[in-house]
């Protein structure tokens, strides 16, 4: 079954730099890459996602990229805000499976 | 749409005793998961279902653990007898099959087993 590991597991960033979360797969099988934002007290809810067929993908300040050959993929977050403050999760699916394997999770704090 | 609902938000019960989490999914998704979420295991999927059917269970970690879905708009995750060991924050989260499996979840229910 796939296997995702992800790090670091804490990060803090001055308010205004630039945060990094990186992630690592092992099914080559795997197409799909969301990443989660768990705020305190709630559910994990989807940022952004990429599909193998694409590099990188971009949504105002968050971006993600994405390298098959290594299999591994990031999530960058820039000019960080207090309301970027939460635990990120990155996963791994391959498309014809609904069964996400989710990364162990990265608590980012903002420090104003 | 109201998101997925989950019930209660927060149980405290002592071991031996059956506890039953509550789930409602987003209307017209046709697949439903129930998580576990832990600081020492991370997320979890413990079971999901696909149009009211459990598909895969390989995540309920025994068989003190059981999952109902008697249809498409509610379901129940069952322990029982509960141990201290199962507490945890569990997750019901929703999705309507993609591509891609964006999956929606609800907020949780902190179980504290004492």
């Known amino acids: 079954g796939e296997n995702v590991e992800q790090h670091p597991s804490t990060l803090s960033v001055q308010e205004g730099d630039s945060a990094v979360i990186k992630c690592t797969y092992s099914?080559?099988?795997?197409?799909?890459f969301p990443w989660y934002k768990q705020e305190l007290g709630k559910g994990p809810q989807l940022i952004i996602d990429?599909?193998?067929?694409?590099g990188e993908k971009k949504d105002q300040r968050i971006a993600v990229t994405l390298n098959k050959t290594a299999k591994h993929f990031s999530l960058h977050i820039t000019e960080t805000q207090p309301e970027d403050s939460a635990v990120y999760f990155c996963?791994?699916?391959?498309?014809?499976?609904?069964?996400?394997?989710f990364g162990t999770g990265t608590r980012l704090t903002i420090i104003p | 749409d109201a998101g997925v609902i989950q019930s209660p938000r927060h149980e405290v019960t002592e071991m031996g005793q059956e506890v039953t989490l509550r789930c409602k999914p987003i209307?017209?998704?046709?697949?439903l998961f129930w998580y576990r979420q832990t600081m020492m295991r991370g997320l979890e999927l413990l079971i999901y279902?696909?149009?009211?059917?459990?598909?895969?269970d390989s995540g309920m970690p025994e068989d003190r653990f059981s999952a109902k879905m008697p249809n498409a708009s509610f379901s129940t995750l069952k322990i029982q007898p509960s141990e201290p060991r199962d507490s945890a924050v569990y997750f019901c989260?929703?999705?309507?099959?993609?591509?891609?499996?964006?999956?929606?979840f609800g907020p949780g229910t902190r179980l504290t087993v004492t």
């Open positions: 209307s017209g998704h046709d697949y």
């Open positions: 279902f696909n149009n009211n059917v459990p598909i895969d």
């Open positions: 996963a791994a699916v391959n498309f014809g499976n609904e069964k996400l394997t």
């Open positions: 099914d080559s099988a795997s197409n799909y």
């Open positions: 990429i599909r193998s067929n694409v």
């Open positions: 989260a929703s999705s309507n099959g993609g591509p891609p499996v964006e999956q929606y």
